[in-house]
């Protein structure tokens, strides 16, 4: 197996995220020495005749602020293609619409964030009769018993959002390939910096940038990475020319500015994860902890092989009552109830009492408990994080 921990791009992944010596991304270091990539907000571009005309017409089509994020996109994630798109929802669903045709067959992992799952039932199934196979994808075996040779795409969100639950990326790309169908990565939980799905074999990789890779829950936005040229090049035209739904320029420079201390944060993360999740695995009212740096965690040991460290977030399951959760959440001060994650505030997310709409699931997909509590552990002290939840659990 390929571990990105093991790659020399690995090893100059912090060089690549604040985009020294790049000059890809810092075309405009020709003209001005700027050090920041400048926020092109200009629409059109005066045409230049000749051979090789504009790098940019207009900016649904191209925009030099975009195109310098969507180099430093897939140069993290170490793929040939990067696309930014205007939320991570519009990053799946023109992958999803661009290589799965109406009446065709989509595999998918049964636990997988709400909007997606939506987007898959309501959408591709209710509005384009898409034949959609959700199945336990922990097993590789159940993947490849329901792939036939006409199925479009395979798609997988690993870790899994709420339940953290894994997949074997390079089992599954191994799949893929014996039935030529396409690979699609959701990597939002690990990002870029813990997990690496196309040296594992996947084909396409989505990412919600409104999560880590911006990290500062001002911005929403999404972002695919893929090696397939003509991949690339179905999406691009279905984002450009069909669905306008690319990433602004402004949402563009901050992203590419969260980048920039992906590699620091990440581990600001995960070391507070591991010691919130460490602590919670020993309260007495806390039933599990899902979180795959823990011993515990069924799938421990695929983490620790096909992810280079274990991101920031976790779920529990809080051993009681309804109105006792709720009291929990309203005791809590550092940590701030609310949908989102990956920002460098600490937060959590009751699903039951807090996202009817991401509780109420088809019955294919994996079921999630009613006192599933999922908290994205932020960059705070790890003890007032901890103290936090001694202080609010009864
Ligand atoms: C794993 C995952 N993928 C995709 C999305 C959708 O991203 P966005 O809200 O940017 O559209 C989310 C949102 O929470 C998510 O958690």
Not at 37 to 42: A, C, T, V
Request: with cysteine; aromatic share 6%.
């Amino acid at each position: 197996m390929t571990r990105h921990n093991d790659q020399s791009d690995r090893d100059r992944f912090g060089t690549i995220a604040v985009g020294a010596a790049d000059t890809e991304t810092h075309p405009h270091r020709d003209g001005t020495n700027d050090v920041v990539p400048p926020i092109h907000l200009s629409t059109t571009f005066e045409w230049a005749s000749g051979e090789d005309g504009n790098e940019h017409d207009y900016s649904r089509e191209s925009n030099p602020t975009r195109a310098a994020l969507e180099a430093q996109l897939a140069r993290l994630e170490g793929g040939e293609h990067g696309l930014a798109f205007a939320s991570g929802m519009a990053a799946t669903s023109t992958t999803m619409l661009s290589l799965v045709p109406p009446e065709g067959h989509v595999v998918s992992s049964d636990t997988i964030y709400s909007g997606t799952e939506k987007l898959l039932t309501d959408h591709m199934a209710g509005h384009l009769d898409v034949d959609i196979d959700f199945v336990d994808a922990r097993d590789p075996d159940n993947v490849a018993d329901a792939v036939t040779a006409g199925t479009d795409l395979i798609w997988a969100e690993t870790p899994s959002n709420p339940l953290i639950r894994l997949c074997d990326i390079q089992a599954i790309a191994d799949i893929a390939d014996d039935h030529d169908t396409p690979f699609g990565v959701d990597s939002t939980f690990a990002s870029p910096y813990y997990q690496a799905p196309l040296e594992l074999g996947a084909d396409v990789v989505v990412h919600s940038t409104t999560k880590y890779l911006n990290g500062h829950s001002d911005s929403i936005g999404g972002a695919v990475i893929t090696d397939d040229s003509e991949v690339s090049e179905q999406l691009a035209f279905a984002q450009r020319v069909g669905l306008g739904n690319m990433l602004s320029p402004f949402d563009c420079y901050l992203v590419a500015r969260g980048i920039k201390t992906l590699p620091a944060r990440m581990e600001h993360h995960e070391k507070n994860a591991m010691e919130v999740a460490r602590f919670l695995e020993r309260h007495e009212r806390v039933a599990s902890v899902h979180y795959p740096g823990l011993e515990s965690h069924p799938q421990h040991e695929l983490a620790s092989e096909q992810m280079s460290g274990y991101s920031g977030m976790l779920s529990f399951e809080f051993d009681g009552t309804l109105i006792e959760l709720e009291a929990f959440v309203e005791g809590l001060e550092v940590f701030t109830p609310g949908a989102s994650l990956g920002g460098v505030e600490s937060l959590v997310e009751v699903p039951s009492l807090m996202i009817p709409d991401e509780f109420s699931r088809s019955e294919a997909s994996a079921e999630i408990p009613e006192t599933l509590v999922r908290v994205s552990v932020g960059l705070e002290d790890a003890d007032d994080l901890c103290e936090d939840l001694r202080t609010a659990l009864p």
